[in-house]
């Protein structure tokens, strides 16, 4: 059984910064994507960024220049580095993995909450 294990998530002021980390066990030894959601009370979840296992990056626009995702293989761990926090990025913040790509072996952790206060 896979398993996400996610921490790093907290409050904090507008305009400061968190690291969330996301570390993946179980019996899969490599994901082929790796990444984040979010998603805030009353609206659907959203994709923040995810990194391939070769280190190609999508983000969502709103949090491009901001937030950077990084990814240890070795580890089967994704980061996601978060400056300049704006209160719109409170939301609950979901890992997620994808063992081959195309979302027929995927996973999600049970999400960190961020809050940025201003």
């Known amino acids: 059984q896979v398993h996400l294990e996610e921490s790093g998530g907290g409050l904090v002021q507008a305009g400061g910064s968190l690291r969330l980390s996301c570390a993946a066990s179980?019996?899969?030894?490599?994901?082929?994507?790796m990444g984040w959601y979010r998603q805030a009370p009353g609206k659907e979840r959203e994709l923040v960024a995810v990194?391939?296992?070769?280190?190609?990056?999508t983000y969502a626009p709103n949090v491009k220049g901001r937030f950077t995702i990084s990814r240890d293989n070795a580890k089967k761990t994704v980061y996601l580095q978060m400056n300049r926090l704006k209160p719109e990025d409170t939301a609950v913040y979901y890992c997620?993995?994808?063992?081959?790509?195309?979302?027929?072996?995927?996973?999600w952790g049970q999400g960190t909450q961020v809050s940025v206060s201003s």
């Open positions: 997620y993995a994808d063992a081959i790509g195309g979302g027929l072996d995927e996973y």
């Open positions: 179980g019996g899969i030894s490599s994901y082929y994507l």
């Open positions: 990194a391939t296992s070769a280190d190609s990056m």
